[in-house]
């Protein structure tokens, strides 16, 4: 089945609106809906032309700490020879929409919808859209936490399309997660996945782990539970959660629901006063 992504196109809603929308920011957690990525809410980066972007989730203390993440629209022409400021970062890009170019450790790699590139810190990389229409992905960034004797990450560029699901035990595979990264790669702090739900599965316990997330819904709707809620989801809609924040999903079709999942890995508790990312 020829995967479908949801990319916001911004725009504004008419003065003929009612002022009602899911959007909610909580102590737990916070959902971003769709309608809310308008025109009004985009910010610009240095050094990346004819591009726009929508933050998603960024450091914030006594809430989620450990990484930033934007959906990124870059028009025709538009790009970066110089994308991220701070060589500590790592990054993952995922693309929704259209087509760009990576270059990167001196490769070159045309990412369409469904490409992922994972960038481990301090590697030289650029992006530039060659094509007529936008592009539109996300870039997740997080500050790598190096282990001693382990050496960062290499680079990795896959696209979905190649990539196997692997079935949750005792689902019939009507739960599966699409993994870019080999999960016992010790190397790798973060993982970014793809998890999928046919119509009417279910996670069906309140995950309670602690291990933050950043959820896209790349396709298809759901309820949601997040901490006490119950939350209606659909795609285009994301979702914040802190640590320890309970969760679970049931997926009431009639299509696939899919979501764009990243979590913090393979790490021990910081005892000591963490450090700052750069949002």
């Known amino acids: 089945m020829t995967a479908k992504y949801f990319a916001p196109k911004g725009g504004h809603p008419g003065q ?9 920011f ?20 240095p ?12 450091p914030l203390g006594g809430f989620a700490e450990t990484f930033s993440q934007y959906i990124m629209e870059v028009a025709p022409g538009g790009g970066s020879d110089h994308p991220e400021p701070d060589r500590g970062a790592e990054a993952v890009l995922f693309v929704l929409e259209g087509s760009c170019v990576l270059t990167a450790g001196g490769a070159r790699r045309d990412l369409e919808p469904g490409g992922y590139a994972y960038l481990p810190p301090g590697i030289q990389w650029s992006l530039r859209n060659r094509t007529r229409e ?36 005792e689902t019939g595979g ?7 990264v080999d999960p016992a790669d010790m190397r790798h702090d973060m993982h970014v996945n793809i998890v999928t739900l046919e119509p009417g599965a279910v996670i069906p316990f309140a995950e309670t782990h602690v ?34 924040c309970p969760q679970a999903c049931y997926a009431g079709g ?13 790490r021990h508790m910081n005892l000591r006063a963490p450090s700052r990312a750069v949002g």
């Open 134 to 169: 936008p592009a539109r992905f996300h870039w997740i960034r997080k500050l790598y936490e190096e282990v001693p004797g382990l050496p960062p990450p290499d680079l990795v560029t896959a696209d979905e399309a190649d990539i196997v699901p692997t079935p949750m035990p």
């Open 254 to 266: 009639p299509g696939r629901f899919r979501y764009l999942l990243y979590k913090d890995v393979n």
């Open 174 to 180: 009507k739960w599966a997660t699409t993994r870019f």
């Open 26 to 45: 909580t102590d737990a957690y916070a959902v971003i809906p769709k309608g809310s990525m308008r025109d009004i809410v985009t910010s610009f980066l």
């Open 16 to 24: 003929d609106r009612l002022l009602t929308d899911r959007a909610m």
């Open 47 to 58: 050094f990346w032309e004819d591009t726009r972007l929508w933050v998603l989730a960024r």
């Open 211 to 244: 291990m933050e997330h950043g959820i896209y819904v790349l396709e298809g709707k759901a309820v949601y539970r997040l901490n006490r809620d119950w939350v209606e989801v659909e795609a285009g809609d994301y979702l914040w959660l802190r640590a320890f």
